[in-house]
């Protein structure tokens, strides 16, 4: 797991533009949204000492991201806590690399002083559901939302909890 770069904005752009991989997370995104999303995990990194890391594979090539951040929503969730999360493209699943990526992610973050991670999962997604159990997270609550930009779209989430 490396902090992500710019060619990296680029690598995400194209690993997530598989709409399967992308089903919970409102369809692939452009380019921009990983532009940004790259940009604000060094500054993470830089001042927190986590992210969500660039997630590399026996070869070198991108796979994904797995790693924390402050949960960015001001509309749902817990703002502002510290969530963890993964996202691997199609051909990464099933390998373990999720979950072995965020046991790294919690040592990680334990190592930089935090306390209590939080994991937001759509309730259909059983893949992440079943990480978050192999981590030991406990359900804390079940919630609707709309996910942004799209109003109206009333879906079903999961806060998933885990003291360190």
């Known amino acids: ?19 399967e991989v992308m089903e919970f997370h ?4 452009e ?10 995990q060094r500054r993470h990194a830089a001042e927190r000492g986590f992210c969500l890391w660039t997630v590399v594979d026996e070869h070198g090539e991108v796979a994904g991201f797995t790693g924390a951040q402050p949960w960015p929503h001001r509309s749902f969730g817990p703002y502002g806590e510290i969530e963890i999360g993964w996202r ?3 051909s990464y699943w099933g390998r373990g690399y999720a979950t072995a990526a965020a046991r790294a992610t919690l040592e990680r973050v334990r190592a930089a002083g935090v306390e209590r991670v939080v994991a937001m999962v759509n309730a259909r997604n059983d893949r992440s559901i079943a990480v978050t159990r192999r981590l030991g997270m406990d359900l804390a609550k079940t919630f609707a939302y709309a996910p942004e930009g799209r109003p109206g779209d009333e879906l079903v989430g999961h806060q998933y909890e885990l003291t360190l």
Request: glycine share 8%; no cysteine.
């Open 1 to 19: 797991m490396r902090v992500p770069t710019d060619e990296d904005a680029y690598a995400w752009h194209r690993v997530f533009a598989d709409r």
């Open 26 to 29: 409102g369809g692939p995104a």
């Open 31 to 40: 380019f921009s949204v990983y532009e940004e999303l790259t940009a604000r």
């Open 88 to 90: 691997l493209g199609r």
